[in-house]
């Protein structure tokens, strides 16, 4: 599955901003989603995934209560709502998939995830 990360931008601290994920190939009911981020000078990690049937939902402690994520498996997206941003948010912004065979698992591990998008820039400004 091809993935097509978009809305990052630059926004003040305590806004919002909505990231976006368009999917084209394989059927996008098969994968199970995750956002990740990478600051610069600091490795990739995890910010929100989604299981492939999208009851599950697992984020970092570091956004837990202001991002969502969400997936829409008749649009073939999933969205990152990402709100009160702070400062330490700035990074770059990957949304990724994994093909899951188990429909309620959520992974954290980004070497678990085989499709990843161009990534968007999310600058948050104090």
């Known amino acids: 599955v091809q993935l097509q990360a978009s809305g990052g931008g630059l926004v003040q601290e305590g806004g919002s901003l909505r990231l976006s994920c368009a999917a084209s190939?394989?059927?996008?009911?098969?994968?199970?989603l995750g956002w990740f981020r990478q600051a610069p000078g600091k490795e990739r990690e995890f910010v929100a995934g989604?299981?492939?049937?999208?009851?599950?939902?697992q984020y970092s402690d570091s956004v837990k209560g202001r991002f969502t994520i969400s997936k829409d498996n008749a649009k073939n997206t999933v969205a990152l709502q990402m709100n009160s941003l702070k400062s330490e948010d700035t990074a770059v912004y990957f949304c990724a998939s994994r093909y899951a065979r188990l429909m309620g698992i959520v992974e954290v591990r980004p070497d678990e995830y085989q499709n990843w998008g161009q990534g968007t820039q999310v600058t948050v400004s104090s």
């Open positions: 989604i299981s492939r049937n999208y009851y599950n939902t």
């Open positions: 190939g394989r059927p996008f009911n098969q994968y199970a």
